[in-house]
């Protein structure tokens, strides 16, 4: 991990750790990436905790990758069934 940072990463961060910091997000994007590079959820969520913690640097493939990934919508949890109006 470099001590002297690039602004631009730094910016990410900042911007990033927002984003992330919605309740859910984190794990969301966790699962992403667990799903499309492998590995645990939990590893993903802790590695993306040390990225933020600024004790990891992504490197630039991750970060793009993240970045692609916040630029989608937030998942819903809710599963809409075909005829039943919640309010209905």
Known sequence: ?????????????????????????????????????????GVWAERLRRILGREEDPGFELLTEIDAILARPARRDVTAVPGHDLFG
Request: without cysteine; charged residues 35%.
């Open 1 to 41: 991990m470099s001590t002297e940072r690039k602004p631009y990463l730094e910016a990410w961060l900042r911007r990033t750790g927002r984003e992330l910091s919605a309740s859910g997000r984190l794990s969301e994007v966790a699962l992403i990436l667990s799903r499309k590079k492998g590995d645990d959820t």
